[in-house]
């Protein structure tokens, strides 16, 4: 690839296709496009190393190489051994593929990737006498393919592996959100980086530390080991270390009030640890306290919860009494301790449960649907101020 311009697409996350479009236009790409939990753009080589390193709510950044038509496995196999695959691996580099389908003419995915990579290795067989080989984990080269109708599109993955494995996490036991729905939600609650921010029930503290990276720019990609750019083979090394110290230099002095609070002593040490790892003790406060008892900091300030839901955690043995009555109890404790002690304050709560959110009786607006891996949430905003009308309690529900 050479420095010009090309196409690149973000992948992310139902929901946050707004959020991913606007951290595109900060970064400086050009002719972006949304699309359904992806954004596409245009950008040079370096502008994909800066992708791939500053943004939050991209799950991984494909490269499309090629593509053309097929309606059925012999033009996929054609279609693919024509692509000149010598451009970026050798026979005897290491390679996985990838494949997603929408098509009339086949639904076997497994089977389709199968006939791809019979393709790849056939081409190089007939051409050098030797072939790369597969390896499912850690291949030289991520390959996907996507098949839409009678479309293929070829990408590669600059990524290697999605965005979201930071590389700071530790061991947790609470079910944690993925850094980049937590990166979202930050973003998608409106918080500006300078007043405090404080989640009540942080389990392993994913929010709060994707809170901390966004209100310092500090790039969610630099504690990662290793990008799949690193090892293809227009690797510019040069060109990335200069980016890279680029956006360090990029990283600001703000330490806003980041405070987390979680009612289980073994989740909070295990938070205390993920913190560290990130090396965000100086900006991040994790207290063992009810959500009950957490004293709010000073002034006002943005909110952001992930109950439990009563399903996920229970699937993982953890949470504590998941019956419908505990999980009403403690949304009626969530409501009642908002109202109490955090007026003047915005409350954001993600629950697949609306029916336990009910019990917070408070009236939210507006409720952002975003995924928490399979389960259907709600991000749901409470407006805290005092003498509201939206803290006048609902009346029951007759359904
Ligand atoms: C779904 S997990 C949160 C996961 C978190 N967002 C993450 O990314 O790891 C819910 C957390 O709430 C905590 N919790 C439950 N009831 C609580 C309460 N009354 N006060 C404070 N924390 C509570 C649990 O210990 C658990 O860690």
Not at 208 to 227: D, H, K, M, S, T
């Amino acid at each position: 690839m050479e420095r010009q311009h090309f196409r690149m697409i973000a992948q992310t996350l139902f929901g946050l296709e707004e959020v991913l479009r606007a951290e595109l236009v900060r970064l400086g790409a050009r002719d972006i496009e949304r699309h359904n939990r992806a954004v596409s753009f245009s950008g040079d080589q370096g502008f994909l190393y800066k992708t791939n390193l500053c943004l939050r709510t991209a799950i991984r950044i494909l490269v499309p190489i090629g593509s053309f038509d097929a309606r059925n496995t012999e033009d996929l196999y054609l279609g693919i051994k024509r692509i000149k695959w010598d451009q970026f691996l050798s026979n005897a580099d290491t390679f996985v593929i990838k494949c997603t389908l929408n098509t009339y003419w086949t639904d076997h995915s497994q089977f389709m990737a199968q006939k791809c990579k019979d393709a790849i290795v056939d081409r190089f067989r007939e051409k050098t006498g030797r072939r790369p080989s597969v390896h499912l984990h850690d291949p030289m080269l991520r390959i996907h393919v996507h098949i839409i109708n009678e479309r293929v599109t070829v990408s590669l993955d600059s990524s290697g592996g999605s965005l979201h494995e930071r590389g700071y996490r530790q061991e947790t036991n609470a079910a944690p959100l993925n850094e980049v729905l937590a990166a979202g939600m930050v973003q998608l609650s409106g918080w500006d980086g300078k007043v405090p921010l404080v989640d009540p029930m942080c389990g392993s503290g994913t929010l709060l530390v994707e809170a901390a990276l966004f209100a310092a720019n500090i790039p969610p990609g630099i504690y990662r080991p290793a990008f799949g750019f690193q090892r293809w083979l227009d690797f510019d090394e040069e060109l990335y270390d200069t980016i890279r110290t680029a956006m360090i230099a990029r990283i600001s002095e703000a330490r806003p009030i980041i405070i987390g609070g979680d009612s289980n002593r073994v989740t909070v040490a295990k938070a205390r640890a993920t913190v560290a790892a990130a090396q965000l003790e100086d900006s991040i406060t994790i207290r063992h306290s009810a959500f009950a008892d957490l004293e709010p900091p000073d002034g006002q300030g943005m909110l952001i919860m992930n109950p439990p839901y009563g399903e996920r955690m229970d699937e993982q043995g953890i949470g504590g009494e998941s019956s419908p009555e505990a999980i009403q109890e403690l949304y009626t404790m969530i409501g009642d301790t908002l109202k109490k002690r955090w007026t003047g304050w915005t409350a954001w709560v993600l629950t697949s449960n609306l029916e336990a959110a009910k019990h917070i009786r408070l009236t939210p607006k507006p409720k952002i649907q975003l995924f928490n891996g399979a389960l259907d949430c709600r991000m749901l905003r409470y407006d805290l101020y005092a003498g509201s009308r939206r803290l006048t309690p609902l009346p029951p529900r007759e359904d």
